[in-house]
């Protein structure tokens, strides 16, 4: 039962240019979340969605960011127009129900040059 | 000011020697405490949780520790290894809507 897994390992992008994160969440997965952690940093709660819903996106900022999770296929962390500010490690964590342990992807490293 | 409160911020040890994480807390009402291993590079790992009524659980040579009254929790990591160069992070769920809030970590360093 492979971990959650999330693509690229590393993005590199131009202030401007759009970053799109993906992650697999483990199989038999249905919740995913999204974390974003700058240097130096603990990790902050961005996104939590089930399949083809957004459950709660406090932590989101409100322009610019959006995700989903697809009836199939991976959830996606879109950023449009990136900033250098948007430079951080994006981790996804899924768990089977609300009130279980998540469980960590390796993170997507956003470079913004 | 984050409700979760982690320290040291980092701290260097010699191989094979013990150390002490501290997490502090004022998240209420308190669901569960968690601490996870995040090696460089890596999402964090749990290592364990604790309910509001566990206050002490292992997991090999780490041993956390909870008091829900004084909202304090340790870890204690015996006979460490260069591996357990790592941050630790303490995690605090919310009991009514199971939101975790996360400490900044502590950087832990073994050296040989």
């Known amino acids: 039962n492979a971990g959650v897994m999330q693509n690229p390992r590393h993005l590199v992008r131009r202030r401007g240019q759009e970053a799109r994160l993906r992650c697999s969440p483990m199989k038999g997965h249905s919740h995913v979340y999204w974390y974003r952690q700058l240097p130096e940093e603990g990790l902050k709660f961005m996104v939590y969605?089930?399949?083809?819903?957004?459950?709660?996106e406090s932590g989101m900022p409100k322009e610019r960011f959006s995700a989903e999770f697809p009836k199939e296929g991976p959830s996606i962390l879109r950023i449009q127009q990136v900033v250098r500010g948007d430079s951080a490690a994006y981790f996804c964590?899924?768990?089977?129900?609300?009130?279980?342990?998540?469980?960590f992807g390796p993170g997507t490293r956003l470079t913004v040059l | 000011k984050n409700q979760v409160e982690q320290s040291p911020q980092s701290l260097i040890i010699l191989e094979g020697k013990n150390c002490t994480l501290q997490?502090?807390?004022?998240?209420?009402?308190?669901?569960?405490l968690r601490w996870y291993k995040q090696d460089t590079g890596r999402g964090p790992v749990s290592l364990t949780i604790?309910?509001?009524?566990?206050n002490t659980k292992s997991n090999g040579r780490y041993t956390a520790t909870l008091d829900a009254d004084t909202k304090q929790s340790s870890l204690h990591i015996t006979a460490s290894q260069l591996s357990d160069s790592a941050s630790y992070i303490c995690?605090?769920?919310?009991?009514?809507?199971?939101?975790?809030?996360f400490g900044a970590g502590t950087r832990l360093t073994v050296k040989p």
């Open positions: 997490c502090n807390y004022t998240v209420s009402p308190f669901s569960n």
């Open positions: 964590a899924s768990s089977p129900q609300q009130n279980n342990e998540q469980f």
């Open positions: 969605l089930q399949k083809e819903n957004i459950i709660d």
């Open positions: 604790m309910t509001f009524s566990e």
């Open positions: 995690v605090v769920s919310v009991k009514s809507n199971n939101d975790m809030r």
